[in-house]
């Protein structure tokens, strides 16, 4: 029987290690490139809906001069409500930052992200951008560009390994079309997303790269992203003690910068309001910093980084912009907004050099470099402390400039401010959202069991839940005939509002509060959460910050409660599949333990069994001699299988065998990919 054209492409591209790869990173680059473009279209119309067809408002309404520029306040607010409800209906990952969202995936998914990403993060981002959300456009075409890599990368079934490359070829793509930049796009991908500079992966991510950059340039044109009025240079060697002082002082603001991101973020999660509600409380707290304080805070603010190169902007507007831009950035993103830090780093960057370099000038007797050449590297500065990329941050600005004159001071002060961030605090802007989701584990350590079961595979779905108009004394009597200690505790939507336990029962009852009270008055309304597809790590983790016995699992769009992870099912689990693994590396080393050889590893899909054919146990799989079926990948779970474990259609089989049989195994999964009879 002859495979389907699909199957032959793919066949195809698992055997070619040269032209194969080259094809699929030029298309990668290809997409990016075009959705940089088009991210860039989008929030142009929704900056003219929202902006340039808002400035009719007051006029149409009858409004005084004053409140003039009315929209300036009103549009955030509608376009965070906007995102908000598109974001939990379309794709949760859009939500927030963008790039923690990709190195999630390629450190914990295999480099899966889902194709309905790319569009629900252009469309969400687009909004909260042109409606005057204080964020980038950076990160999300990062994740439309990685989304569209990832997309690609299923569709041919490339390796995982294979996969996570194309999505910092995609990202690499997206930094180098949205700033003129392949360099630095090239090494964003490689620095930030893969944190690796293997030689191939390099190859490739460079292709991506360029060919972005070169679809971008030809719609776009060849201009860098910033036009400067002057050749920054350095003046005086006396400066590089300013550089340094700069550097320590952005490195410190930085660090701001990282804390108030995630203060905000962990104090709207906090709040017990709807998510609409968050938004549009979010949205008119931005809209007022807007329209009261300047409205270089909306949108990117690549024109008042601009005003800031150029020196036009007074000493203290600047330094007033600094904190404001990390209010209001932290603001859009905590009430849940789409869009990037990455901008307004550079913005407060640009604030915070650009008033470091003006009072300079002012107090200081000594020729030195204008205040437009400590803009100039702050916002270099800024970026490599808040994101812990100092490579990045030197590149991007040289490329984003065309200046290579201000290189040395600029290389300086980036590697100061990142020695300052990296020792106030450990974690950048991206990776800490990844350690609260538990996603790192210590440089060169390998993935532990804890990483391979998902919340979702040892939950309950049989719980209880109580109303918040329950009243204690009902409670009471239903507590009695209940060997449990703590209920969630849901609205009318099965929505979490809180949760209560026995010991807040007794407090009342002790108190003597029990006349009259109900459920919500005794219940913790700050509650410790995970969601289906997180892993035992991350529940580990919140186990750990609470003596707690259950938490509850919820879904990650509704936050409906969708089960209950106990502490001795997690433990049971933990136990079982330890023991599980232990045995199968007994099997494996068994196998390999023939002088001379090494481990071969390959993978297989389960294809669609449409032919009348139906699912097997792997004990029952035609397998070649020799190979063990050493994991199983379904969907975005990994697990270690046993001989009764049914491979089920698009299952990816992980065989590993010796170097002596390896030719013989990758025929086999050669065909077995193709539809052959293997």
Sequence with gaps: MTP????????????????APLLIAIAVGLLAGGGAIVLRVLIAAVQWVFFGQGQKLGPALG????????????????????????VRRWAPEARGHGVPEVQYAVR??????????????????????????????????????????????????????????????????AIGATFNAPIAGTIFGLEVILSSFVARSFGLVVISAVTATAVSQAALGREPAFHLVETFTLVNQWEFALYLALGVLLGIVATLYVRAVYWFEDSFEAWSR???????????????LGFFGSPHLFGVGHEGVELALMGSLATGMMLALVFLKILATSITLGAGGSGGVFAPALFIGAMGGGAFGRIANDVLQIPIAPAGAYALVGMGALFAAAAHAPMTGIIILFEMTDNYEIILPLMFSVVVAYLISSKLHPDSIYSLKLRRRGALTPAGSASSVLDMVLVEDTMS???????????????????????????????????????????????AVLAGEMEGKTVGDAMTRKVLSCGPADTLRVAFRLFAQADVQQIPVLDSGSRAVVGVLRRHDMMWAYKELSEEHRKLLERAGGLLQVPGNTSVQVEVQVPSLDQGGHAHRVRDLHLPPHCLVVLVRRA?????????????????LVLLTTEAHGDDLRGWAARWNSGVPA
């Design 4 to 19: 389907p054209p699909l199957e032959r492409l793919r066949l195809r591209f698992a055997q070619s290690e040269t032209t």
């Design 63 to 86: 409004l005084p001069p004053a409140l003039a520029n009315l929209h300036y306040f009103l549009a955030p607010p509608i376009g965070m409500v906007l995102v908000t409800l598109l």
């Design 108 to 173: 914990m998914r295999g480099g899966r992200i889902r194709p309905r990403v790319a569009a629900a993060k252009a469309v969400a981002s687009a909004i909260s951008i042109g409606s005057g959300g204080s964020v980038g456009r950076e990160g999300p075409i990062v994740q439309i560009g990685s989304a569209l890599g990832s997309s690609l990368g299923q569709l041919l079934g490339v390796s995982p390994d294979q996969l996570r490359v194309l999505v910092a070829c995609g990202a690499a793509g």
């Design 274 to 288: 709807g998510p609409v509600f968050k938004a549009t409380v979010g949205g008119l707290a931005v809209g007022a």
């Design 461 to 507: 779905r049989q719980f209880e839940t109580l109303s918040p108009e329950l009243t204690l004394d009902e409670m009471a009597r239903f507590a009695r005939s209940r060997r449990t200690r703590s209920w969630p505790v849901v609205d009318a939507n099965e929505r979490l509002v809180g949760i209560i336990t026995d010991t807040d029962l007794e407090q």
């Design 636 to 652: 975005e779970r990994a697990f270690v299988p046993d001989g009764n474990t049914v491979a089920e259609p698009g299952d990816t």
